[in-house]
């Protein structure tokens, strides 16, 4: 087993042994304790993406997941959509109100009392 070293994005260095393919090919930093996915000089890149490859469940995981994130958008939009017709109902009752006061003050204006 060799040594590597690693950079964490925390800014730690350090030295750990080669992750193998057992780990997903990932060190963890003793530091903040991240967990880094190295790909060890001596495997392929084949084995690599076979090792760190993502499970069946994970893909559903993930497809579930920006299924919710798009029905949370559209549903956002669709409230939002009914908030504007909402404030356009209210906008249209008081247009309403507005022109029975104007029509009822038609009947008032006649000559003499304008
Ligand atoms: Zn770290």
């Given amino acids: 087993m060799a040594s590597i070293n690693v950079n964490c994005a925390c800014g730690n260095q350090f030295v750990t042994e080669e992750p193998t393919a057992d780990s997903g090919f990932t060190v963890e930093c003793p530091t903040c304790g991240a967990r880094i996915r190295i790909k060890p000089p001596g495997i ?8 760190t490859a993502p499970s069946a469940e994970e893909r559903i995981a993930n497809r579930i997941r920006k299924y ?3 029905s949370g958008i559209l549903w956002l939009i669709i409230g939002a959509v009914q908030l504007v017709l909402v404030w356009t ?13 104007r029509l009822r003050s038609v009947k008032s204006i006649y000559a003499g009392n304008v």
């Fill in 68 to 70: 919710e994130t798009i």
């Fill in 44 to 51: 392929s890149h084949k084995q690599f993406k076979a090792a």
């Fill in 89 to 101: 109902a209210a906008a249209g009752v008081w247009n309403i109100i507005n022109a029975i006061m």
